[in-house]
């Protein structure tokens, strides 16, 4: 749980390559061809080019907070909603011009449901914070189950809380497991 961030993981190439001090790197790491397209665009630094110029937090990478709170979301929406059998009649995607809506054509049209788009949702949360050089894959997916699991204990917790008859929460998860809770 206490996993180096991919900047402070830039940190320890930087040092190797420049021979400012030795750590055990791969040499497949140290040797490949991106790095030296980083080195170019970096004005002569391996260091991890990210999209915060004040950095990475100080605490450590895995798992993903904003990945934790999106997969719990998800979850508890999708047990609010019936997700699994809502269906878009026409899904609709950006004209190339970004300036209407066209309709979309893809051999998926028919099969996509409230509980795909809501599960993509939690997924691009996720994956924006590697895309800026934050994370590592792993934090995103391992975080977004571990969201889903705080979800469902809180939502078997409030189950006996309600007066009214209720037969339960029943949804998709992230693995495509149906449950009931």
Avoid at 71 to 96: E, I, Q, R
């Amino acid at each position: 749980h206490r996993a180096l961030r991919p900047e402070a993981y830039g940190g320890l190439v930087h040092y190797t390559k420049t021979v400012a001090a030795s750590y055990p790197l791969h040499s497949d790491v140290l040797n490949s061809q991106a790095l030296a397209g980083i080195f170019e665009k970096n004005n002569g630094t391996y260091f991890l080019p990210i999209a915060f110029p004040e950095g990475s937090p100080t605490h450590p990478s895995y798992g993903s907070g904003h990945a934790t709170v999106a997969g719990a979301c998800v979850t508890v929406l999708k047990a609010f909603f019936n997700t699994d059998n809502v269906a878009f009649p026409n899904p609709m995607v950006s004209a190339p011009d970004g300036l209407s809506l066209t309709s979309y054509t893809g051999a998926d049209a028919g099969q996509i449901t409230l509980t795909g788009e809501l599960n993509k949702l939690a997924n691009n949360i996720a994956q924006a914070r590697n895309i800026a050089g934050l994370h590592w894959r792993s934090d995103a997916t391992q975080a977004i189950l571990l969201g889903e699991a705080v979800a469902i204990s809180i939502l078997r917790d409030q189950k006996h809380t309600y007066n009214e008859t209720f037969s339960g929460f029943t949804f998709t998860k992230f693995d495509g497991e149906t449950i009931t809770i």
